[in-house]
């Protein structure tokens, strides 16, 4: 991997080796231990090139350093430029471009693609949230809803269209929900149960009830996550946790078409697991030219 490559991905804050893993596997899956029979048969052999990605609609795009990581791996003595920067797509003005032998751009090609074009449709779509909510002094929030193996690039794309990150793992932060509830045989057991165990550790619940909040505000909750509720009791409860200086976020059922009247209810977040498990990819095509 180039230091340029390197650069960027650190850039973006995306560890160097968990990428190229990936690009690895990802490049060892579309070989399956055997070549390019359509590159090798049908490239003449020292033909080199140019392969421009060029977004085909607007939108957000993020994960160029990804796809330089892909073509660093595939092709030998690859030079490649950002043209433009992770952002927004210009419909046909090419945001990565990349020289080397033909064959091996080709066999690149797809694999640097798929990781482009799904890193950018995050992106896209997280835009469309936070403007959605724009002036509303609430931010969108991901989930752990991820693909496996993909949290850290996916909550990358979510970043690059604006979005927060919520944890990245399960050791990040405690987040009680319904079945820690049941488990621990009410909400505020299992809050004290957590604020036990790991003292010095944020703690989340989620509550479905204005009751609920109550609850855990006088148990010391750190921030109340409030599932599923209605507006009145969305204001209700955002009105409680103000009083304590206790954060909130408002998740469940959420819409694009719903997100406005949420955030002007007050909340810190909207949390939208959407963004990475429900995100259409951007379009984005690889045009050549030989040279």
């Not at 990581?69 to 090419?94: C, K, Q, Y």
């Not at 148990?219 to 599932?227: R, T, Y």
């Amino acid at each position: 991997m180039s230091g340029q490559t390197r650069q960027a991905l650190a850039d973006a804050g995306l560890d160097p080796a968990y990428v190229l893993d990936l690009v690895q596997r990802a490049v060892a899956e579309d070989l399956a231990g055997g070549v390019d029979v359509t590159s090798v048969a049908t490239v003449p052999e020292g033909l080199r090139g140019v392969a421009a990605f060029v977004p085909r609609q607007a939108g957000t795009v993020a994960g160029t350093a990804v796809a330089m990581a892909v073509l660093d791996h595939v092709v030998d003595g690859v030079t490649h430029r950002i043209v433009g920067r992770d952002g927004p797509a210009i419909v046909g003005r090419p945001v990565l471009e990349a020289e080397g032998p033909v064959r091996m751009l080709l066999t690149a090609e797809r694999s640097a693609l798929n990781l482009l074009c799904h890193l950018s449709g995050v992106a896209t779509l997280t835009r469309r949230w936070v403007d959605a909510v724009e002036g509303t002094g609430a931010r969108i929030r991901d989930t752990r809803k991820t693909t496996p193996g993909l949290r850290a690039l996916e909550k990358y794309a979510v970043r690059a269209g604006g979005g927060t990150n919520h944890r990245m793992s399960l050791s990040d932060a405690a987040l009680v929900k319904d079945n820690h509830v049941v488990a621990a045989g009410g909400v505020r057991e299992a809050f004290e149960a957590v604020r036990q165990a790991f003292p010095g550790l944020a703690v989340e619940v989620e509550c479905d009830t204005v009751a609920q909040v109550r609850e855990v505000l006088a148990a010391g909750a750190d921030l109340v996550l409030l599932d599923n509720m209605a507006l009145d009791e969305l204001r209700e409860a955002v009105a409680a946790c103000r009083e304590r200086g206790v954060m909130t976020e408002a998740s469940g059922g959420l819409t694009l078409d719903t997100a406005r009247a949420v955030a002007e209810t007050g909340v810190d977040y909207l949390a939208v697991g959407a963004l990475t498990h429900s995100a259409p990819v951007l379009d984005l095509g690889v045009d050549l030219r030989t040279v």
